[in-house]
């Protein structure tokens, strides 16, 4: 992979990426996350860390999912591997959590988990069918 490709990807999945969490987190999930965990949640987000964390969640996904899937010419890598660093990432966060945070639910475990998946195999399969043409 060369950084001119590392960067093209990148740059088609950080909007992707962006739009499909905001979308979930402000409009869709904003309620479930108040419900179960509302005490424990800040009043507004540290966007500093929130936007730290998406523009490296994003390397992996490129690194993992998405470059791969482009070099095998395959929208189902880009679904399959997608989804497992999705799994993999927000299930060791969310497991952790349950470990050593006194009232972090079960219930947000299964949702997060679920929604990591959806999140990051959209983002794959999306950017690799965009991505797929623009190398």
Known sequence: M????????YL???PIFFLIDLTWLG??????????MGHLMRPTPNWTAAVIFYLLFIVGLVIFAIYPAIRNNSWSYALLYGAMFGFFTYMTFDLTSLAVIKDWRWQIVIID???GIVLSSSVSVLAYLIGKNWL
């Open 27 to 36: 409009l869709i999930a904003k309620n479930i996350y108040q419900k179960y």
């Open 12 to 14: 088609i999945a950080v």
């Open 2 to 9: 060369t950084i001119i490709n590392f960067i093209k990807i």
């Open 113 to 115: 988990i679920i929604w």
